[in-house]
């Protein structure tokens, strides 16, 4: 076909594109706001303004051409109580009329990149151009796309998102356990794995931690003795010493060995505990190896099966009690199955009057929310949201949640992202 051929010609999106995606190889994370403006606008729509989430999920902020972030009440959206916050939490894009223009509407598409919600992009578009079938709402969702994946991408080499994502200061504690967190959500068609960790703004023992392979899912979760820096450097050092050993092929006995080493040598006089798991993705054979740990929970057809028990192992740390080859529990999963890791720091949380958070209510909102349709990080999410609400907000201990829904390829199940996306 000859270039000069109009259909070899780039459509004028195509070219839009282009430009976006040539102009961001320059950009630091603070252009990002403009950069978007000025190509979604091109694309036919007006008011174009990208909002990001915080860090504790509660609020939507506008990501402004400026260094200052705006958290005015005219400007910050609730995700529990605003349009766009549903859009949020079902991951699904969702549309309202205009104030005082009835032919226009405005647009919620969220942020995604992969199954990580980063917030929102809001436009203003005709009403007659969304439904004319003329390719404005895809051209949209794939703009969407791209600008998620250079949110993401930009946040690793400045602070303007990192900053704009936090409403409180942070200890420097939580400073160190955030910046080993892998994200928070992650899904496959096999599988889908969310995580939730609190208080936010200075947790310190508590850490989680996933990687997925072709054959194999690997997962743990770590409570640190203790409060604070230590705690948290505790904590670091730990994950390290796991992602070490993991990387290098160690089976479970020998990660968990490798780990109590390395703790004695590194903090004598100090412990933690932790789960280690690891799953055959193909055959859903779970396996893991508790030290010193709350037993993870098996949830089948929307009620909680049991504990799964393996005789624990002392924690980390405890080198001369930890001579006896560590038990490795197994557990054949069934299609829709979730397997959840958690602190004590959840279920041992206290209401002002002394009532247990408790695993029937862990249980419970777990259950309630997947049966709704909800996505696996929404879920996370709002047990999470249960869980300070419980404790009016101040947490007593470290609290940490990670859950596992495992499905084979060929099973239909919740994944993250809905098909309009």
Known sequence: MSSTDPASSPTEEERSLDVLLHEAHLAADHDLPGLFARHAIALG????????????????????DNEQPARDVHSVLTIDATLAGRAYQHIEV???????????????????????????????VPTDAWHDGGGLQSRLLRFAAIAAEMIMTKTLYGDTLVRLRRTSEMSLSAELQWSLLPPLTFASPELTIAGGLEPAYDVAGDTIDYAVGRNHAHLAIFDGMGHGLPSAQLTALTVAAYRNARRGGKDLADIVDF????????????????QIVELDVATGLLRWINVGHPDPLLIRNGRLVRELHAKPRPPFGLGALNQAVAEVGQEHLQPGDLVVLYSDGVTEARSPNGDFFGTARLVDLL???????????????????????????????????????????????????????
């Open 45 to 64: 729509v007006s008011d174009p303004v990208t909002y990001v989430v915080d860090l504790q999920q509660r609020i939507l902020v506008p990501f402004q």
């Open 94 to 124: 969702l549309t309202q009329a205009v104030d005082g223009a009835s032919d226009d509407l405005r647009v919620w598409l969220p942020l995604l990149d992969g199954t990580e919600r980063l917030g929102l992009l809001a436009v203003t």
């Open 259 to 274: 780990i109590d080493r390395t703790v004695v040598d590194s903090f004598a006089g100090t412990f933690i505990t932790g």
């Open 367 to 421: 259950v309630r929310n997947f049966a709704a349709g909800l996505p696996a990080p929404e879920t996370t999410r709002r047990v999470i949201r249960s869980l300070l609400d419980h404790q009016e907000d101040q947490l007593a201990d470290d609290a940490s949640l990670l859950v596992l829904q495992y499905r084979p390829a060929n099973q239909h199940a919740m994944l993250t992202t809905p098909a309009s996306l």
